[in-house]
């Protein structure tokens, strides 16, 4: 093992300056192996996993069960591409179709997330022969040109001359306003885009159900709904972004499904593959219809992936996982209201089922980033691994793989409420 300084030593010399800066911590441990909700370091050290890879890893890592699978599916055929027929991509659409909401019945198998909402995207072009777009401010939707000007965080718009094709309406949270009000401010500056820009010119409305990247942005119930019934009283499309919300992490199979709306188009990647690469852009028939020239993705819905994919289904089913992820996520939920009690600096507690999110403020009512910081650095030296987002880097994002069990939430929990004593 050659250890984080070098690990550093060689990302400066061989990869480019764009990602020398990714990485938490000033003293970032050398992960070498994981196993479940834990990870560990290459000196043993073992590490409480409340990150997941970024929500990725729901069923755990190096989940035994799935990996049964991957193992065999790569010994017995890894790849042909879609010009050969194999069963494992037809079998994970088939099985998809069965726990997509609604009727979206139909998918097309890629390798990102940036590629499923690219591809999303192109099919709403398609299908409304229009080409316009509406995102949300904080949203985070890819790397390709276009889901990256679709992108609202501004760290994560490398591109300084992205599409002016999508606009941008206000996402839930505005200054000084309360969650129900942003989220009527959020509707009334999309109806005024539909009006400036002419909803005969835009395709279609992208956003996560719940902003990851954003901060744990979590409409209330009634949003989506009004959305929903708006963007079709305009002729314009919902894609629904569940690359990370998706898989059972918010107490349902799909974060939508806890606002009872059917998207027109929704995108699938993270923890469809459990850490192989896998993702998918799924819709109805009668959208599915309009995109008739031949298009392929070469690694999209291989055999290995397919066959993880199915396994994965498998094991979130079998293991309950929409369930527990219901269940713990009320306990740390509670647990971090209660911290936020005593400890002022968390402004906000948000988030539903195993995605949730502590927004860290000062007294001043500025950003807590360098508290944030601290934080998370502290917490990784008591073997705690802990996420960080939001557009000021001042959210604390707990989502953790869907296996973890209550004496880890309370391990967090009171190692947190250290830490926030020490600062
Ligand atoms: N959409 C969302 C909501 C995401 O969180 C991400 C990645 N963090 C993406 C899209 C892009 O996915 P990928 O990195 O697999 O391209």
Same mark, same amino acid.
Request: hydrophobic share 35%; no cysteine; proline share 6%.
């Given at each position: 093992m050659i250890g984080a300084d070098k690990i550093i030593e060689k990302k400066k010399e061989y990869l480019l300056p764009s990602s020398h800066k990714n990485?938490?911590?000033k003293n970032p441990p050398q992960i +070498?192996? !994981?196993d479940m909700q834990y990870l560990y370091d290459d000196t043993g050290k073992r590490y409480i996993d409340f990150f997941a890879g970024v929500s990725v890893m729901n069923c755990g890592h190096c989940n035994k069960e799935i990996l049964e699978a991957t193992i065999t599916q790569m010994q017995t055929l890894q790849h042909t591409t879609i010009i050969y027929l194999t069963e494992g991509m037809v079998n994970l659409a088939e099985r998809l179709a069965s726990i997509l909401p609604g009727d979206l019945r139909r998918s097309f198998f890629c390798c990102t997330g940036s590629e499923a909402n690219e591809g999303a995207m192109l099919l709403a072009r398609l299908y409304t022969g229009k080409d316009e777009f509406i995102a949300l401010d904080g949203g985070l939707h890819g790397r390709t040109y276009l889901t990256m000007s679709a992108t609202g965080i501004p760290m994560w718009r490398a591109d300084p001359d992205l599409s002016p094709k999508v606009h941008f309406a206000k996402n839930i949270v505005n200054e000084g306003l309360d969650i129900e009000e942003g989220a009527r401010q959020s509707l009334k500056s999309i109806e005024k885009i539909i009006k400036d820009r002419g909803a005969e010119n835009i395709a279609a409305l992208i956003? %996560? @159900?719940? /902003?990851? *990247?954003? !901060?744990?942005?979590?409409?209330p119930k009634w949003y989506f709904k009004e959305l929903k019934s708006l963007l079709e009283k305009n002729n314009i499309l919902l894609i629904i972004d569940e690359v990370q919300t998706g898989f059972a992490r918010t107490g349902k199979m799909f974060a939508i499904e806890n606002y009872d709306v059917v998207p027109d188009i929704m995108t699938v990647a993270k923890a469809l593959g459990n850490g192989m690469p896998i993702s998918a852009f799924c819709t109805n028939d009668k959208i599915a219809e309009k995109f008739t020239k031949p298009?392929?993705?070469t690694l999209g819905g291989n055999p290995v992936s397919s066959a993880t994919a199915l396994a994965v289904i498998d094991y979130i089913e079998k293991n309950e996982l929409c369930k527990k992820a219901d269940e713990? !996520?009320? +306990?740390?939920? /509670?647990?971090? %209201? *209660?911290? /936020?009690?005593?400890? @002022?600096?968390?402004? &906000?507690?948000? !988030?539903?089922?195993?995605?949730?999110?502590?927004?860290?403020?000062? %007294? *001043?009512? %500025?950003p807590a980033i360098e508290e944030s910081d601290i934080i998370l650095e502290k917490l990784? &030296?008591?073997?705690?691994? +802990?996420?960080?987002?939001?557009?000021?880097? *001042? +959210?604390?994002?707990? /989502?953790? @793989?869907l296996v973890i069990n209550k004496l880890d939430i309370e391990t967090l929990l009171s190692n947190l409420e250290e830490v926030l004593g020490e600062l």
């Open positions: 990485h938490f911590y +070498v192996r !994981g956003a %996560e @159900p719940i /902003q990851g *990247n954003g !901060g744990i942005i979590t409409p298009s392929a993705s713990l !996520g009320k +306990v740390l939920k /509670q647990g971090l %209201e *209660n911290i /936020q009690k005593k400890h @002022p600096i968390i402004k &906000d507690v948000r !988030g539903i089922g195993l995605m949730l999110g502590a927004q860290l403020v000062k %007294e *001043n009512g %500025e990784k &030296d008591r073997g705690l691994i +802990v996420g960080k987002n939001g557009l000021n880097r *001042n +959210v604390l994002a707990f /989502q953790p @793989p």
